[in-house]
């Protein structure tokens, strides 16, 4: 079968390819996934790339999420059959087949379509495990950089579910415009002149108690001084590649709690009935249309480099799929 792989770490339109390997057997608590679309996330890019939190065995499989069709079963599944449409979160989804634990393989309701189901798991599980980590709350105000982002466009969107204001900071008219058809009432652009003036007009005299913050180097510190006393600053991502820029003295003097977040570690601590609760939850927003995730392309297998830069195109507002 065809997979994606890489032997070396390194950029990921250098050191990927697509080479033929031996199909994978399950073993007896695991089921064999047949690929109908993969997506690309930047936590895999990274992985790739050979900075992320963890380092795999090379060579490597790439890929972490995908939706297929269950084609072999291991010999202890009982609730999962031959011929059930799934999405599973695992190593090596990247691939014409796949083996995935069937404790983490998640059946898909007709409702959902396979670009958005390829895509069920991960974003949205950050998202909402972003919001329940830092306790936001109905009616509260929170303020995300890179809000055009996979997780800020869920965050924004889940504010509607759930009551709270959030405060969308982007970098540019076009990824305001994205935001704003998804519902957005609040979407700042921070190369406007005077543009925290327009934060503090939005909020008026309500504190912004969260900042979320996915962009790092100096978008930590605008973030930071737009927080009221007794807020967090939680970080769960660096786009600008640079470290987080803070003044010790707006921490110290507004008491202000700055805080890390990974959310495959805090779902991964989870206990089995608050993982199902999340998935559930996520799995009637998304069949209600509550929450859209969107695709921006689809590439093939062999159009893997093509399919990395893409990733990387500015004011992208979906996800890249791969396609076998």
Same mark, same amino acid.
């Given at each position: 079968m065809r997979a994606i792989t890489y032997a070396t770490f390194g950029k990921p339109s250098e050191v990927l390819e697509v080479?033929?390997?031996?199909?994978?057997?399950?073993?007896?608590?695991?089921?064999?996934?047949?690929?109908?679309?993969?997506?690309?996330?930047?936590?895999?890019?990274?992985?790739?790339?050979?900075?992320?939190?963890?380092?795999?065995?090379l060579p490597a499989q790439a890929g972490?999420?995908?939706?297929?069709?269950?084609?072999?079963?291991?010999?202890?599944?009982?609730?999962?059959?031959?011929?059930?449409?799934?999405?599973?979160?695992?190593?090596?989804?990247?691939?014409?087949?796949?083996?995935?634990?069937?404790?983490i393989v998640v059946p898909?309701?007709?409702?959902?379509?396979?670009?958005?189901?390829?895509?069920l798991l991960a974003m949205p599980m950050s998202a909402l495990l972003l919001l329940e980590f830092a306790n936001v709350q109905s009616g509260?105000?929170?303020i995300q950089n890179g809000a055009n982002g996979a997780v800020g466009r869920l965050v924004e969107q889940i504010s509607h579910i759930q009551g709270f204001n959030v405060?969308?900071?982007?970098?540019?008219? !076009? +990824?305001?415009?994205?935001? %704003?058809?998804?519902?957005? $009432?609040?979407v700042i652009t921070t190369d406007a002149p005077d543009w925290k003036k327009s934060v503090k007009a939005a909020v008026g005299d309500h504190p912004i108690q969260v900042g979320i913050d996915s962009v790092g180097g100096t978008a930590s510190q605008d973030v930071l001084s737009l927080l009221a006393e007794n807020s967090q600053l939680?970080?769960?991502?660096?786009?600008?590649?640079?470290?987080?820029?803070?003044? !010790? +003295?707006?921490?110290?003097? %507004?008491?202000?709690?700055? $805080?890390?977040?990974w959310g495959g570690k805090i779902f991964a601590a989870?206990?089995?009935?608050?993982?199902?609760?999340?998935?559930?939850?996520?799995?009637?927003?998304?069949?209600?249309?509550?929450?859209?995730?969107?695709?921006?392309?689809?590439?093939?297998?062999?159009?893997?480099?093509?399919?990395?830069?893409?990733?990387?195109r500015a004011n992208r507002t979906g996800k890249i799929l791969l396609k076998p």
């Open positions: 080479s033929d390997i031996a199909l994978p057997e399950p073993k007896g608590n695991e089921v064999r996934i047949k690929t109908l679309l993969a997506t690309i996330h930047n936590h895999d890019l990274v992985t790739i790339s050979g900075n992320y939190g963890f380092k795999p065995t972490t999420e995908a939706v297929g069709i269950i084609d072999a079963v291991g010999q202890d599944i009982k609730h999962l059959q031959v011929g059930q449409r799934v999405v599973a979160s695992t190593p090596g989804t990247w691939a014409e087949y796949f083996i995935a634990p069937a404790a898909i309701p007709d409702a959902i379509d396979d670009a958005t189901a390829a895509q509260q105000w929170i405060i969308n900071l982007v970098r540019s008219a !076009s +990824s305001a415009d994205a935001l %704003k058809q998804l519902g957005a $009432k609040h939680i970080t769960f991502g660096s786009m600008s590649g640079q470290p987080m820029q803070l003044h !010790s +003295s707006l921490i110290i003097f %507004k008491n202000i709690v700055v $805080k890390g977040f989870l206990g089995t009935p608050e993982q199902k609760r999340v998935i559930t939850t996520i799995i009637q927003w998304v069949a209600k249309g509550q929450l859209s995730l969107q695709t921006e392309e689809i590439f093939k297998f062999e159009q893997i480099k093509d399919a990395v830069n893409a990733n990387y």
